[in-house]
């Protein structure tokens, strides 16, 4: 009876024990699968940093840095007849190349070409050659056939270069001359007086320097009994000449020269006996003005 009552008791208390132990190993088994999954998710997670640090931290690719060289030699841009197009937006940060620096190029001084031009008109009854004669001006006659009277101060642009014949001076010229800036005569209030020569072929020669900016010059001259010529030339360049004639009596003008020459260059003049007509047919010198 004892010995029955264990061997059900036995068994019966080793099937009890069974239960407990499956569950145990189906508490492992989940434990066990739940460690795998959170290993391998892990290992993917790990992996995946990896693959992204190594895609955000490697060297930068030089694509947006370096520009394709096209056939024409122009960097980054198609050749003009290749028919292609340019695509905005492919590269933001491409700039065009910066142009070949190109040789330095001498821009060679304007020089303006010489020129002259002469006109005539009547002396006025007072020429004021402080007024007229801004720059320089120079009177003849008042103190002698070899002596001037000068601008104070002048420019001294005009110049005397002499020329054929004797001169005379004289003291009743048609018009008058006033000054008030002389040397050395500081003033006149008008003087009739002048210089003349006779003869075909005599007369005088003048000079004014140009300054390689346009300037006007009034040559107060005249005539008796005679055909005068004026030559006027800028020192090779251009030329022009003007005759006037009064076979009777006396006549004078003013020649009014307008011209432009280098600096240093001349403007000559020639007054002359082109013909004489009459006894002592001459041509006479009052004043010259610059301005």
Same mark, same amino acid.
């Given at each position: ?116 031009? *002469?006109?005539?008109?009547? *002396? ?132 009014? *020269? ?6 240093? *260059? ?26």
């Amino acid at each position: 009876m004892g010995e029955e009552d264990r061997s059900r008791i036995g068994p019966g208390s080793h099937r009890e024990g069974r239960p407990h132990t499956r569950s145990a190993q189906r508490r492992w088994r989940r434990r066990r699968r739940l460690m795998l999954e959170g290993l391998a998710a892990f290992l993917c997670l790990a992996a995946l940093v990896a693959y992204l640090g190594t895609e955000r931290h490697d060297t930068p690719r030089e694509e947006s840095a370096v520009l394709p060289v096209a056939p024409t030699g122009r960097v980054g841009l198609p050749s003009e007849g290749d028919g292609a197009v340019a695509t905005p937006g492919l590269r933001p940060r491409q700039r065009p190349p910066s142009p070949s620096p190109s040789p330095s190029t001498v821009v060679p001084t304007t020089v303006a070409p010489p020129t002259v031009a *002469v006109g005539r008109a009547d *002396v006025p009854a007072l020429v004021d050659l402080t007024a007229v004669g801004t720059v320089d001006w120079v009177q003849w006659g008042l103190l002698g056939a070899d002596r001037t009277v000068r601008k104070r101060g002048g420019s001294g642009d005009i110049r005397d270069e002499g020329g054929r014949g004797r001169r005379q001076s004289y003291s009743n010229n048609p018009e008058e001359y006033a000054w008030r800036d002389g040397a050395p005569v500081a003033s006149a209030s008008g003087t009739m007086s002048g210089v003349y020569t006779c003869d075909r072929g005599n007369g005088f020669r003048l000079a004014v320097t140009g300054n390689g900016q346009p300037r006007t010059v009034h040559l107060y001259a005249g005539l008796w009994m005679a055909r005068g010529r004026l030559d006027v030339r800028v020192a090779g360049g251009p030329a022009s000449t003007v005759r006037m004639e009064d076979p009777h009596t006396a006549m004078t003008a003013d020649f009014t *020269v307008r011209f432009r020459a280098p600096r240093g *260059v001349k403007l000559l003049l020639s007054w002359t006996v082109e013909e004489s007509l009459g006894q002592c047919g001459n041509v006479s010198l009052q004043a010259v003005a610059l301005r």
